[in-house]
Nanobody, 122 residues
């Protein structure tokens, strides 16, 4: 069982940066792949990025590639999403998730956080 808590969301101007954190409880954090997803109003939840258990494999959605960086610190039971060059279309609730595989599909993840709001103004 893993419990996830996101933090770091907020309001930022276009071109700005935010760093999201996902703190996990439980001693098995290092065995899980971690993913970040987002959901904008009126839209389905979509994949943003994922990282495998060791941190040596990362996959990004095309829409964020080159702007966002996913990372993890297994000693701190925390995953991160560094978001640079933010645009209004990045506005959404951002969720972290834990699963057995570093995949982009939502059903591959077993545990989800409650989400953190990111709003980018133009």
């Amino acid at each position: 069982q893993v419990q996830l808590v996101e933090s770091g969301g907020g309001l930022v101007q276009a071109g700005g940066s935010l760093r999201l954190s996902c703190a996990a409880s439980g001693r098995t954090f290092s065995s899980y792949a971690m993913g970040w997803f987002r959901q904008a109003p009126g839209k389905e939840r979509e994949f943003v990025a994922t990282i495998n258990w060791s941190g040596n494999r990362r996959v990004y959605a095309n829409s964020v590639k080159g702007r966002f960086t996913i990372s993890r610190d297994n000693a701190k039971n925390t995953a991160y999403l560094q978001m640079n060059s933010l645009q209004p279309e990045d506005t959404a609730v951002y969720y972290c998730a834990a699963g057995d595989y570093d995949e982009s599909a939502l059903p591959m993840y077993d545990y989800w956080g409650q989400g953190t709001q990111v709003t980018v103004s133009s």
